[in-house]
């Protein structure tokens, strides 16, 4: 680096939202997807598919809207609790590129920034190669802040509760002979078996922090309604070669499993993703509730933290704990007794 940076201990001087970034028209559709993938290996007729999803949503993905609704209930939470901090927005893979956001903070003076990646588990791809793109982003931009991007967080209890409400609320609106009954059925992204394997510290943690938080939801679940609805954890959007292994089964074949089973409802409850972003819309919402309907099974598709209140708090805390996540030198040495 070509300036010192500063020590931990500063205070942030600024917030940054690090979003996965989407297509906004159909023009976009095509580079985006080239971004996303290069040197990924990913098939070409797995891309062109892929493709059609933003096309049939005119080109334009959810995700970036969801991210400006979410830097503006950041502020408006920053404000309320009295805190001075200006909130950057930039994305890995389209417009507002992180590099570019990163040359703005420099130009603005900012020192020292929290990260907060809109991405809640760990994983290759949900953690870490969020900090790769920071660690190339600060390689090109001389004079760059230190950035600090906040621990995974989907136990946390503020996006624990954010889900709890929505499952609730997904419950309320299936029929009444059925809801007693209804299967929770928590929905991830699929990622290779390899990459579950070597994620987190000690490896496989995309997989179990999933299903600690799960538990936690349904047990959120169970709380408020008396009713103990069996829960388990299934995959979406699988990508990659056919010959590579992904995590399973495939929410579609979970349900026609259910289905065969005699299970009669489904809540559908994408506890892997922080927003309604595409593979909720197009994946469960056109697919996955298509192949229910398809079965005869009553199932509901449970909204995401979103915006919700106590997940921005939660956000917030992430960010503003994060300089005293580790002791410093000095700390709890022993005081020389007077
Ligand atoms: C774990 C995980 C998350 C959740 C954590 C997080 O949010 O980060 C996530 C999020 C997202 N993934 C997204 C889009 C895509 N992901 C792809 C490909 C891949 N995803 C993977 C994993 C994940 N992806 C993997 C292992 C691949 C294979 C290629 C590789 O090894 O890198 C492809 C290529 C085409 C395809 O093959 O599907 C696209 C277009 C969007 C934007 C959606 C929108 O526009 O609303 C979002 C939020
Ligand atoms: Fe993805």
């Given at each position: 680096?070509?300036?010192?940076?500063?020590?931990?201990?500063q205070?942030?001087d600024?917030?940054?939202?690090?979003?996965?970034?989407?297509?906004?028209?159909?023009?976009?559709?095509?580079?985006?997807?080239?971004?996303?993938?290069?040197?990924?290996?990913i098939p070409?007729?797995?891309?062109?598919?892929?493709?059609?999803h933003?096309f049939?949503f005119?080109?334009?993905?959810?995700?970036?809207?969801?991210?400006?609704?979410?830097?503006?209930?950041?502020?408006?939470d920053?404000?309320?609790?009295?805190?001075?901090?200006?909130?950057?927005?930039?994305?890995?893979?389209?417009?507002?590129?992180?590099?570019?956001?990163?040359?703005?903070?420099?130009?603005?003076?900012?020192?020292?920034?929290?990260?907060?990646?809109?991405?809640?588990?760990s994983?290759?791809?949900?953690?870490?190669?969020?900090?790769?793109n920071i660690?190339?982003?600060?390689a090109?931009?001389p004079?760059?802040?230190?950035?600090?991007k906040i621990?995974?967080?989907a136990?946390?209890?503020?996006?624990?509760?954010?889900?709890?409400?929505?499952t609730?609320?997904?419950?309320?609106?299936l029929?009444?002979?059925?809801?007693?009954?209804?299967?929770?059925?928590?929905?991830?992204?699929?990622?290779?078996?390899?990459?579950?394997d070597?994620?987190?510290?000690?490896?496989?943690?995309?997989?179990?922090?999933?299903?600690?938080?799960?538990?936690?939801?349904?047990?959120?679940?169970?709380?408020?309604?008396?009713?103990?609805?069996?829960?388990?954890?299934?995959?979406?959007?699988?990508?990659?070669?056919?010959?590579?292994?992904?995590l399973?089964?495939?929410?579609?074949?979970?349900?026609?499993?259910?289905?065969?089973?005699?299970?009669?409802?489904?809540?559908?409850?994408p506890?892997?993703?922080?927003?309604?972003?595409?593979?909720?819309?197009?994946?469960l919402?056109t697919?996955?509730?298509a192949t229910?309907?398809?079965?005869?099974?009553?199932?509901?598709?449970?909204?995401?933290?979103?915006?919700?209140p106590?997940?921005?708090?939660?956000?917030?805390?992430?960010?503003?704990?994060r300089?005293?996540?580790?002791?410093?030198?000095?700390?709890c040495?022993?005081?020389?007794?007077?």
């Amino acid at each position: 680096m070509t300036n010192p940076r500063p020590e931990p201990s500063q205070p942030y001087d600024a917030l940054l939202l690090l979003g996965f970034g989407g297509p906004e028209k159909p023009e976009d559709v095509v580079p985006f997807l080239e971004n996303v993938t290069r040197g990924r290996g990913i098939p070409r007729e797995r891309l062109a598919e892929v493709g059609q999803h933003y096309f049939q949503f005119g080109g334009r993905s959810p995700i970036n809207d969801q991210n400006r609704a979410l830097i503006a209930a950041l502020e408006a939470d920053l404000a309320e609790q009295g805190i001075d901090l200006p909130v950057y927005w930039g994305n890995r893979n389209w417009e507002p590129y992180l590099t570019d956001t990163v040359r703005r903070m420099t130009e603005d003076g900012r020192r020292r920034v929290a990260c907060i990646a809109t991405s809640a588990y760990s994983s290759w791809s949900s953690c870490r190669q969020y900090r790769e793109n920071i660690a190339d982003a600060l390689a090109e931009v001389p004079e760059a802040p230190r950035i600090d991007k906040i621990r995974w967080f989907a136990h946390h209890p503020g996006f624990v509760a954010a889900n709890v409400d929505t499952t609730l609320a997904a419950l309320r609106d299936l029929p009444d002979e059925v809801r007693d009954e209804a299967r929770l059925v928590f929905v991830t992204h699929s990622i290779p078996t390899k990459m579950n394997d070597e994620s987190g510290p000690t490896g496989g943690e995309y997989v179990e922090q999933h299903l600690a938080t799960a538990a936690a939801v349904a047990a959120g679940v169970a709380e408020a309604t008396g009713t103990e609805h069996a829960h388990e954890l299934v995959y979406c959007s699988r990508s990659g070669s056919p010959r590579t292994p992904w995590l399973e089964p495939d929410v579609n074949d979970r349900l026609e499993e259910l289905a065969a089973e005699g299970v009669r409802a489904v809540v559908l409850v994408p506890v892997g993703f922080v927003s309604d972003h595409m593979e909720v819309v197009y994946d469960l919402d056109t697919e996955a509730l298509a192949t229910a309907s398809k079965l005869g099974v009553e199932a509901r598709r449970a909204g995401t933290a979103g915006v919700d209140p106590r997940f921005v708090a939660a956000l917030r805390e992430l960010a503003l704990e994060r300089p005293i996540e580790q002791c410093p030198a000095h700390c709890c040495l022993p005081r020389t007794s007077a």
